[in-house]
């Protein structure tokens, strides 16, 4: 409910990678690659909240260098994200779909918060490369 009320009623335009929303079928991992490499945040929402129960959906966001809004393993910001919470936005930190769109229309605006959730790209990219990009 709190995808469709986001997604609706405040304006947050996002592509849903999960079986939470009816999403459109892709059969072709380089098309969805390349269609969540559009968007600056990814939902990426696990079908259950069990500990180290962390699937392709936050993978996937990462890899196309969005910032995942995650819901899911509560472990995933200690253990699984390359800087802690500080690399994606955690759904759970929010008690409403309110709060949340409001977080990220401020990451939207503030170019400077945004790319510190980025940092992670530049790090892993080697010092000798051009930063990981999803341009």
Not at 61 to 69: E, W
Not at 89 to 98: G, I, Y
């Amino acid at each position: 409910m709190t995808v469709l009320l986001l997604n609706r009623q405040r304006g947050i335009d996002f592509y849903v990678l999960s079986q939470v929303v009816n999403n459109r079928a892709l059969s072709e991992e380089e098309r969805l690659l390349t269609l969540l490499g559009r968007y600056k945040f990814v939902l990426a929402v696990e079908n259950a909240e069990c500990p180290d129960y962390v699937t392709e959906k936050l993978w996937r966001a990462l890899r196309v260098g969005s910032v995942p809004v995650y819901h899911g393993a509560p472990n995933a910001a200690m253990d699984f994200l390359p800087h802690g919470a500080a690399s994606a936005v955690l759904a759970s930190d929010w008690p409403s779909a309110d709060g949340l769109a409001r977080e990220l229309r401020r990451l939207d605006d503030d170019d400077v918060a945004y790319k510190r959730m980025l940092a992670h790209k530049r790090k892993y990219a080697g010092a000798d490369q051009r930063p990981i990009s999803n341009k």
